[in-house]
């Protein structure tokens, strides 16, 4: 009797057995510890009660708008909108559980993705061979000094750098017209634009 046939007798129901030929047993192949992984998960599956996070009723929210929840008294967050949720943390340095992205980095993150999505719109509509592009973000909040056109020197002013990444056959021009097409992403335009925030309080059961 070979090695794996005894710990399939061994084994406690439930227990299913499927032969995988040419895989050695660390399944150093990406393809086969894929397709295990996969098996694994459609297998389980039947044996595992629904998560209480399956099974929690989703806040109504309108087209357009965020909800934001606490999930703890620290600063774990759901956030939702009308067909998606997600969560937001904070790092572990900073006394988090880095369950999800920080608050900067959703602000990143929404800059990056309306370039990129606009990048690949523009270039799409002009048949521009634009093959992949990347966009990198970081922020950062640098001395007034630094920067030739602010007014208060001294003080510190927020700045987002975007690194913009375009592969393709492109002529100079192409790539000039792009990255001024970047700049006319509406999320950066927002930026750009000094929103005003207005807040106000919501009584408890009212509603929001």
Known sequence: MSIPEKIYKE????????????????LSRREDSEYVARCISTWVSRFLPETDAASTEKPSVKEGHVRVEEIDRKFAR???????????DEPVKLGGKN???????????????????TLRMYANHKN??????IVELSHQRKHAEDCIDCENKGSLIDTLERRITLKGELSDAQRVRLMEIADRCPVHKTLENNPKITSSVVSEGSES
Do not use: R
Not at 78 to 88: G, K, M, P, Q, S
Not at 104 to 115: F, I, N
């Open 11 to 26: 084994a406690l129901h439930p227990k299913s057995f499927i032969s995988l030929d040419n895989a050695d047993h660390l």
């Open 78 to 88: 759901d956030v939702f909108t009308d067909d998606h949720h997600w969560i937001a």
């Open 99 to 117: 369950s999800g992205p920080d608050p900067y980095e959703q602000l990143l993150s929404a800059l990056g993705t309306c370039t990129s999505m």
């Open 128 to 133: 521009i061979a634009l093959d992949e592009v």
